[in-house]
């Protein structure tokens, strides 16, 4: 007659006890529950389960590890501390799980630097890229994310930054490119790469580095206005667009005969010729031209019939200016080109630069 030795076996199913507990409310993924921080267990959405094992006699303590994300909940464990006893397992640890909210997820591409973003009362400093979560909203709730500080040398813009919550995370993509700066402080010459280009002039004003009147000190870019004819243009260095979406933006004040002196934005793509900003397919976004300069009254202006900034500025103002689509991989000069005719200048006329920011 056979006989089995079931006694290792006995000893195993007298040795081992589940923790039986019941979910309710789990809508989000992530969630990690722990028992004395050692074993873990990843419920899915829509689970009301889950099991650990444990040796008879032992303490339990289940906790959350992780809570719930996409949509962010809450879960709290209730009678979630004891000790197995005797040979019934443990039924009773229970789990309830409640929506907080929706993420709004900012999704930083290119980042080189630290930048600042906010969503309402709510603010992030940022400072690498991936996916940067503000705190949950409920649906129906407003967002609006924006950057309200700006990385070193680099422009960063948001895409699709402001709604209203649904039942669903939200992903803003931000994206960033690079910059070159000139503030023309180094010294009271020209920076390595600038030129002047003499396009009509007579006399000789041009171009230059100067210490009198610089939106920031010491320095800035000025031309000074003449009572000869005056066609002159500052020239940047060569550069490399990598991005889609470039930009300008610098600071200027100018005081110009209106009508008749005034001064202009220029722009070479590669080896190609000069043209106006705009007539190139670029955009002005803040203080761009004032007025057309008159092609009329006998004495052509070198800018005539051409829009400009003409008359009084009042002071530095801020320009921005889009520069054309689908430049990345190419190379591009800018030049700031001022005009006066012959028939005498405004008082104290001409043009001062500082600040040039190239977001590229």
Known sequence: MLSWDTSSTQAGLDTERKIRGTISGLAGSGLVLTNLSGDEVYPAPGDTSFEFRIGKGQGYAVTVKSPPRSPVQNC????????????????????????????????????????????????????????????????GQSYAVTITSQPSNQQCTVTGGSGVMDEADVLVPIRCIDSFVEGFDAS???????????????????????????????????????????????????????????QVKFRHTYVAEAGYDGAVLEIQIDDGGWAD????????????????ISSGFGIRPPLAGRDAWTGNSGGYVTTVANLPPKLAGKKVNLRWRWGNDSSGTTAGSGWRIDNIAIYR
């Open 76 to 139: 709290v464990v209730a009678n979630s501390v004891g000790t197995s006893s005797g040979n019934e397992d443990v039924t009773n640890v229970v789990v309830v799980c409640t929506t907080l909210g929706f993420t709004v997820n900012a999704e930083v591409h290119d980042l080189m630097g630290s930048m600042a973003l906010s969503n309402g009362v709510d603010t992030l400093v940022v400072q690498r890229d991936g996916l940067q979560a503000f705190p949950p909203l409920r649906k």
């Open 277 to 292: 900003i705009v007539a190139a397919g670029g955009s002005f976004s803040s203080a761009g031209y004032t007025g057309m």
């Open 188 to 246: 009271q010459v020209l920076p390595a790469g600038w030129k002047v280009a003499l396009i009509t002039a007579s006399g000789s004003t041009l171009w230059h580095v100067s210490n009198d009147g610089a939106d920031s000190a010491p320095n800035c870019a000025r031309i000074a206005g003449a009572s000869t004819a005056l066609d002159t243009a500052l020239v940047s260095p060569p550069i490399a667009i990598v991005g889609d979406n470039p």
